[in-house]
């Protein structure tokens, strides 16, 4: 009995959100289409739960072109990929059967209301679950510093760059050591008395 609890333990999903009938969800399921495989979202209103651990399914009822369709889905299958809660709706049966029969505004739940209780304890979940995604995040991260990179210079640009600079010295003698324009040289000189 402990092998079976074990490896039913191992394949049920554990990042499930708290779904009730009369939720509304997305459900991602991974659909093989020849040999590609996608991911299709069916959003709709969950009629029923049923089963319990590695077999709970439910069934998601919505209306696509005026015509309602129903899914059942297999909730820890590896088919889905995942599941959202869109809203929560309020229902006081296990089974919503009665939806069948309504067709627009009437086949909508109303939506229910948070208590203040409800509403800060959720807040306090998520500011603490932000704070240790934070920390997490400062923790892994690793600080940048100015530092100065060496980069290898190889023989054939430092020969370029020794030519440039033997020739940048050889023209900058050349000018100390031409001739001097001889009418400039009178203009300058002033003549001995």
């Keep these: 009995m402990d092998l079976i609890r074990t490896l039913t333990n191992a394949q049920m999903k554990d990042d499930l959100p708290e779904i009730k009938t009369g939720d509304t969800v997305k459900v991602s399921a991974k659909v093989v289409e020849g040999n590609r495989e996608r991911i299709q979202v069916f959003e709709g209103t969950v009629m029923r739960l049923r089963g319990g651990g590695l077999g709970l399914s439910i069934t998601v009822r919505r209306i696509a072109s005026g015509v309602g369709v129903e899914r059942t889905f297999k909730v820890h299958s590896p088919r889905i990929e995942k599941i959202e809660v869109v809203r929560h709706g309020v229902s006081n049966r296990a ?99």
Excluded: C, I, M, W
Aim: proline share 5%.
């Design 95 to 193: 089974q919503l059967y009665f939806l069948r029969d309504r067709v627009g505004k009437q086949s909508s739940l109303r939506e229910r209301r948070e208590s203040a209780a409800e509403a800060a304890k959720s807040a306090s979940a998520v500011a603490a679950k932000n704070a240790s995604q934070a920390e997490a995040n400062a923790a892994t991260a690793t600080p940048v510093h100015d530092t100065e990179v060496e980069v290898p210079v190889s023989e054939a640009s430092t020969s370029v760059l020794n030519d440039e600079t033997a020739e940048g010295s050889a023209v900058s003698e050349a000018p100390e050591s031409a001739p001097v324009d001889s009418a400039a040289a009178q203009t300058t000189e002033k003549p001995a008395e």
